[in-house]
């Protein structure tokens, strides 16, 4: 199956900094990314849909300025997460539709553990 | 508004059996999908369904009804590592994943 990779897998920064997160699908080219948010004991929560050379779409109570998304090329898109709070400090998880299989198929990257101190 | 209703816990024993079901209100439907995530790490695929009836893949096996808005996913012969939580989600009429809240799945020895 197609695979998805994310880095890091865990980062520990301080207030006020920014945090940037890759993910990379590995063997297929991925029109559409997506990237998630899970806080503890809770479901995850969609942030935003990235479109390959185009503006990411945010959902609804998502603070586009904060957290920059940038799908530049068909098998990259990165997060960065600005101004970070320990609020902000959560598992965020991307994942990627292959075209190819489908517009039904997503695959998860393994997830990003933040850490705002 | 789009909903998806499953346990938030549930428990069993090993080499039992358990069904984890799954009810939706969504606008549109391209398919449900089932996920298993343990602490700490991503989701990984179960299974996914877009017809009704039911789809066995080993111990594993899902249902679904779209007239009735509901799914259930089956778990056999259970094992410790089946601990987990199990995610329900829908793809919605724009092909966007809309995720229940998981059911916690508590194996006991």
């Known amino acids: 199956g197609a695979v998805v990779s994310q880095h890091p897998s865990w980062v520990i920064c301080k207030s006020g900094t920014s945090v940037k997160i890759e993910c990379r699908s590995l063997?297929?080219?991925?029109?559409?990314m997506f990237w998630y948010r899970q806080f503890p004991k809770q479901s995850l929560m969609l942030m935003a849909t990235?479109?390959?050379?185009?503006?990411?779409?945010?959902e609804q109570g998502v603070e586009k300025d904060k957290f920059l998304i940038n799908h530049a090329s068909l098998t990259l898109s990165t997060l960065t997460v600005t101004s970070a709070h320990p609020e902000d400090s959560s598992f965020y998880i991307c994942?990627?539709?292959?075209?190819?299989?489908?517009?039904?198929?997503?695959?998860f990257g393994p997830g990003t553990r933040l850490t705002v101190t | 508004g789009q909903n998806i209703d499953q346990p938030t816990e549930m428990t069993a024993t090993e080499g039992a059996i358990v069904q984890i079901n799954c009810t939706y209100q969504?606008?549109?439907?391209?398919?449900l999908f089932w996920y298993q995530q343990h602490a700490g790490e991503a989701p990984t695929f179960l299974s996914y369904?877009?017809l009704d009836g039911l789809e066995e893949k080993g111990r594993f096996s899902s249902f679904l009804s779209r007239s009735k808005g509901y799914s259930y996913l089956l778990l056999k012969e259970l094992q410790m590592k089946d601990s987990a939580s199990y995610l329900c989600?829908?793809?919605?009429?724009?092909?966007?994943?809309?995720w229940g809240a998981g059911t916690k799945l508590i194996i006991k020895p």
């Open positions: 994942s990627a539709r292959d075209p190819s299989s489908g517009p039904s198929e997503q695959y």
């Open positions: 063997d297929f080219q991925a029109t559409t």
């Open positions: 990235s479109n390959e050379g185009s503006k990411a779409t945010y």
């Open positions: 969504t606008s549109g439907f391209n398919g």
């Open positions: 369904n877009v």
């Open positions: 989600a829908v793809l919605d009429s724009n092909y966007q994943l809309i």
